[in-house]
T-cell receptor, first 111, second 113 residues
Framework: EDQVTQSPEALRLQEGESSSLNCSYTVSGLRGLFWYRQDPGKGPEFLFTLYSAGEEKEKERLKATLTKKESFLHITAPKPEDSATYLCAVQRSNSGYALNFGKGTSLLVTP | SAVISQKPSRDICQRGTSLTIQCQVDSQVTMMFWYRQQPGQSLTLIATANQGSEATYESGFVIDKFPISRPNLTFSTLTVSNLSPEDSSIYLC??????????FGQGTRLTVV
């Protein structure tokens, strides 16, 4: 069964303090790994899709990387506006394009 | 990316009633999905909305409770029937653009009283 585990559950950073969020996954054949940002009361905002080990993608202060067993979302010099819940999801290995989500990491960046 | 509009954005409903949520996409999409996000939890897939045929439901979700329509490639509805307080959640519509990603609407926050 496809599983996604995110850690830590919550992370508090000072503004400018870089860190990484982890997403470990178990799938029978990875077809795609997705990162989202979710603000309270809103739907998930698409950030990245990664398809193969070694792939990296960047957007502003965020960089996502992928290995055969996990993905990292690196946040460089975060700002308070980066505070949100970050969700990781894998495309199901059995069929279609439905996603299995992890429980998310709640990030708080303080000034 | 696709622009997805969900209506209503929130509602408060009496137990035993039903709520129908609409999802409108600004372009034709092959794949549409409905997810549920219970308070403090992550997203769980309810069903795949298939155009021109019956939706495909995940384990634990049944058509009588969550009927879905998909009359064309830009529109779908999810009805949550016979509401109980346990149905209080955020319901999200999602579409997939192959090669780009999976995108979500803003969600419908349902509170059952």
């Amino acid at each position: 069964e496809d599983q996604v585990t995110q850690s830590p559950e919550a992370l508090r950073l000072q503004e400018g303090e870089s860190s990484s969020l982890n997403c470990s996954y178990t799938v029978s054949g990875l077809r795609g790994l997705f990162w989202y940002r979710q603000d309270p009361g809103k739907g998930p905002e698409f950030l990245f899709t990664l398809y193969s080990a070694g792939e990296e993608k960047e957007k502003e202060r965020l960089k996502a990387t992928l290995t055969k067993k996990e993905s990292f979302l690196h946040i460089t010099a975060p700002k308070p506006e980066d505070s949100a819940t970050y969700l990781c999801a894998v495309q199901r290995s059995n069929s279609g394009y439905a996603l299995n989500f992890g429980k998310g990491t709640s990030l708080l960046v303080t000034p | 990316s696709a622009v997805i509009s969900q209506k209503p954005s929130r509602d408060i409903c009496q137990r035993g009633t039903s709520l129908t949520i609409q999802c409108q996409v600004d372009s034709q999409v092959t794949m549409m999905f409905w997810y549920r996000q219970q308070p403090g939890q992550s997203l769980t897939l309810i069903a795949t909305a298939n155009q021109g045929s019956e939706a495909t439901y995940e384990s634990g979700f049944v058509i009588d409770k969550f009927p879905i329509s998909r009359p064309n490639l830009t529109f779908s509805t999810l009805t949550v029937s016979n509401l109980s307080p346990e149905d209080s959640s955020i319901y999200l519509c999602s579409v997939v653009n192959v090669g780009q990603g999976a995108f979500f609407g803003q969600g419908t926050r349902l509170t059952v009283v």
